[in-house]
């Protein structure tokens, strides 16, 4: 069985197609394929499918759709439910982009190697593996999405296959490949260099400098930009007629953006060897997106995990705080011109629309091995355009609200264990201290409810503070009215951490919120918020999960919970209204 989805998404069994019911069932088999094995949730799948206007029935109809498509697989890939979702097992199954990729792999390893008619060879296997435009007939959704990536990452493989062809010296045919290829991508500035390196070589020097010309015209009306430092060496290489090496694509600087890690960090062992899963696999998932409440140490995590993967991404790290919890977001094609700004590309070479950034920043980064870390994220849509087509990349995403792409692996920060809050703690403020006040340094760490910034912002007080004892500064935390008062130094800020996390609920969200942090500290059920908010259980239950998405509830067995410093944050809001309402609701605090 063949499942295809580089042209018209088909599957093929048996020397025959077979039949697909629709758009829909091609964007549901798609949207499995491109997971690689890892589950799409069921919100993902129906937004895929339906858009922002799902039937009545919308779980119903995803369980039909993808029961039909599990028949037409039988024998061959299997759909696990899994994880909230589903996800595609291929088995004995030939996933077309998947052997593209690996076939891509290899030819580009023998082309930096030298071996040029190995990679040629292996190159043009991988690129025969296309049969028209990726995606077809999929749903807008999914196109819109994925196939200008699928297409990019395309282009890339085409320019090493005839940068392998070049130094074969087959010009003559490569002359008449070339010339519809850059009339069809007339901005792609690496496809016009290989054919000037084949006009020249068929001792065609004037049409060689009048495609540059031409190309040079194109980029100033189209983008307002020059030409970039790779075509202009080819250009000035013609002109004194000196020989044209070929190399196997971009060569610029290596980026090293990474911020240093954060000095005080303890625990996390298991989070760092699942993130470590995504950075050293071959295939699988390209982006791991770190999760958690604020102050959880996401950036910590991911800064300890992203330097120590930095030997196996050896042509650099890319990194930008996205501002996701700011009042203005970072527009991800500002992000774009400081990464190609950062890969060595002049300021006059970079064109000035998102889309043309977009696939400069991914051609740069086809065929090699880059580590992208992108903190702070508001949205999905910041996150998009930074993704490199290139499957030898990785991704590390930290943010409050997880991400929904594809290719992605989620790992959840909660609380610090109660041995790696004291580590943390004693290291900020000094094992001799907590040694002598043992008692106060366990009330400390509770009171700030294991949550790493809390115990950094305590620690890094008492150490500003040689003169204080700990179990001063414990009592001065059991008293709720100033708590968060004496958990902000510098910028480090929690009541200002938590703020951001509210001001992003919906107004019905903050009220459910405030409410909610009135209730005893055991728990609540899922349905409380309709009992205080006056709502049907099943608008209360969707309120809660909201809230567990903005990561200010937390999901215990059975129950929910809120963080001890949210409820203090949530309880400094309330209103009588607030009071009033959980009074009538039978659960005061």
């Not at 010296?169 to 069809?184: F, I, K």
């Amino acid at each position: 069985m063949e499942l295809r989805v580089l042209g018209p998404v088909e599957v093929c069994g048996a020397g025959q197609r077979l039949r697909l019911d629709g758009p829909k069932q091609r964007t549901l088999l798609a949207a499995l394929v491109l997971s690689r094995g890892h589950p799409v949730t069921d919100d993902r799948l129906c937004a895929l499918l339906w858009g922002d206007n799902p039937p009545a029935t919308v779980g119903a109809q995803l369980c039909n759709y993808v029961s039909r498509l599990r028949k037409l697989l039988a024998g061959g890939a299997v759909i696990e439910r899994r994880a909230g979702g589903y996800a595609l097992r291929a088995g004995t199954a030939l996933v077309d982009c998947e052997e593209f990729e690996r076939l891509a792999q290899v030819g580009r390893h023998a082309l930096r190697a030298g071996r040029d008619e190995e990679a040629a060879e292996t190159l043009r296997s991988a690129l025969a593996l296309w049969h028209g435009q990726a995606l077809g007939g999929v749903l807008d959704s999914l196109a819109d999405a994925e196939a200008d990536r699928l297409h990019t990452v395309r282009l890339a493989v085409l320019e090493d296959r005839i940068a392998a062809d070049l130094r074969l010296g087959r010009h003559a045919s490569l002359v008449g490949e070339l010339v519809p290829l850059v009339a069809d991508n007339p901005l792609h500035e690496g496809l016009r260099a290989r054919l000037m390196h084949a006009l020249v070589a068929c001792d065609r020097r004037a049409d060689a400098l009048e495609v540059y010309h031409q190309g040079r015209r194109l980029l100033a009306d189209e983008l307002g930009i020059d030409p970039g430092p790779a075509l202009r060496a080819v250009f000035h290489q013609v002109l004194d007629e000196r020989p044209t090496p070929v190399t196997g694509g971009w060569s610029g600087v290596q980026p090293a953006m990474l911020p240093p890690e954060v000095t005080a960090f303890h625990g996390r062992a298991d989070e760092l060897r699942r993130i470590s899963e995504v950075l050293g696999s071959g295939d699988g998932p390209r982006l791991v997106s770190l999760t958690g409440m604020a102050g959880a140490g996401k950036t910590a995590l991911g800064l300890r995990a992203a330097h120590a993967a930095r030997p196996a991404f050896p042509d650099g790290q890319l990194y930008v705080d996205l501002g996701g919890t700011s009042d203005r977001p970072v527009d991800p094609g500002d992000v774009l011109g400081w990464f190609l700004r950062g890969l060595g590309n002049p300021e006059p070479t970079i064109p000035r629309g998102t889309v043309e950034r977009m696939h400069l920043y991914r051609s740069q980064l086809a065929g090699r091995r880059m580590l992208v870390m992108l903190d702070n994220v508001a949205d999905d849509n910041q996150v998009r355009p930074l993704l490199p087509g290139e499957a030898g990349c990785r991704v590390i995403v930290t943010s409050r609200r997880p991400v929904a792409v594809e290719m992605a692996r989620t790992v959840g920060l909660g609380q610090l264990g109660e041995h790696e809050a004291l580590a943390l703690f004693a290291e900020v403020v000094g094992p001799d201290r907590v040694a002598a006040e043992s008692v106060a340094a366990g009330q400390i760490i509770r009171l700030c409810g294991r949550l790493a910034l809390g115990l950094r912002v305590a620690g890094a007080r008492l150490a500003a503070r040689p003169h204080w004892s700990l179990s001063r500064f414990a009592a001065r935390l059991r008293a709720e009215n100033c708590c968060l008062d004496e958990l902000r130094i510098g910028g480090l800020d929690v009541r200002r951490s938590i703020d951001h996390s509210y001001r992003d609920l919906t107004e019905r969200g903050q009220t459910a919120l405030r409410r909610l942090s009135l209730l005893e500290p055991a728990g609540f059920p899922g349905w409380a918020p309709a009992a205080l908010l006056g709502l049907s259980r099943t608008t209360g239950e969707e309120i809660t999960e909201q809230l567990v998405d903005a990561r200010v509830v937390q999901v215990a067995p059975d129950r929910y919970q809120l963080h001890s410093l949210v409820r203090v944050f949530a309880r400094e809001l309330t209103d009588p209204s607030d009071r009033a309402a959980a009074a009538l609701a039978n659960t005061p605090a």
